[in-house]
Nanobody
């Protein structure tokens, strides 16, 4: 059974930084692509960043240059470093895993999801 557990959310002022972590268990972590998504109140879940099995990366335009996704296969962990945070980055951030090695961007491409961690950016 695949399990994903996020941590690292919190409250930060605009311009600040947070680092999210997601620990995966239940299957061989290095084989699969991982992604980060977010959902603001009243809005649909949206893509943030993804990282493929071999390292290729993808970012949404609204976080490009501010967020960095990385993975540590030895620790079965994927990270999201978030810098220069803006109030519009506020939401619940979800870690996700898919049955494939490509860093795809669609919500429907990911089958396993964590519970989410809240990120709040104050103006």
């Amino acid at each position: 059974q695949v399990q994903l557990v996020e941590s690292g959310g919190g409250v930060v002022q605009a311009g600040g930084s947070l680092r999210l972590s997601c620990v995966a268990s239940g299957r061989t972590f290095s084989t699969y692509a991982m992604g980060w998504f977010r959902q603001a109140p009243g809005k649909e879940r949206e893509f943030v960043a993804s990282i493929g099995r071999s390292g290729p990366l993808a970012y949404a335009d609204y976080v490009k240059g501010r967020f960095t996704i990385s993975r540590d296969n030895a620790k079965s962990t994927v990270y999201l470093q978030m810098d220069s945070l803006k109030p519009e980055d506020t939401g619940i951030y979800y870690c996700a895993s898919r049955d494939g090695g490509l860093a795809l961007v669609g919500v429907s491409e990911y089958f396993y999801w964590g519970q989410g961690t809240q990120v709040t950016v104050s103006a």
